[in-house]
């Protein structure tokens, strides 16, 4: 089964969990699975109008998904995807 890293910064929304395995043969169905799971991410990996953040850093090795097939991005059994959050801020020199 196909698993997930949360970063520290989004753990509260999952109890705690580091890593959580989850069902799906995509990364899209991979995080439907997942906030059906814990609701509350969802505003931390899709905008209003339903489409997935620019925010949300999604990598399948040391790939983002983006530069793969996006949410159709097909997983393996012992896939792991990994959350990494976007930072932002900072000052103009």
Do not use: C, W
């Not at 395995?21 to 969802?42: C, D, N, R």
């Not at 953040?53 to 040391?62: E, H």
């Amino acid at each position: 089964m196909p698993s997930i890293k949360i970063p520290t910064p989004l753990r509260p929304y999952t109890e705690g969990k580091q890593i959580i395995s989850i069902e799906g043969e995509t990364v899209g169905e991979a995080l439907s699975f997942l906030l059906s799971l814990h609701p509350e991410l969802k505003e931390h990996f899709y905008k209003e109008d339903g489409q997935l953040s620019r925010f949300a850093n999604i990598f399948l090795g040391n790939k983002h998904i983006i530069t793969l097939q996006d949410l159709e991005t097909p997983l393996l059994e012992e896939d792991i995807l990994r959350i990494i959050p976007s930072i932002a801020g900072g000052i103009d020199l």
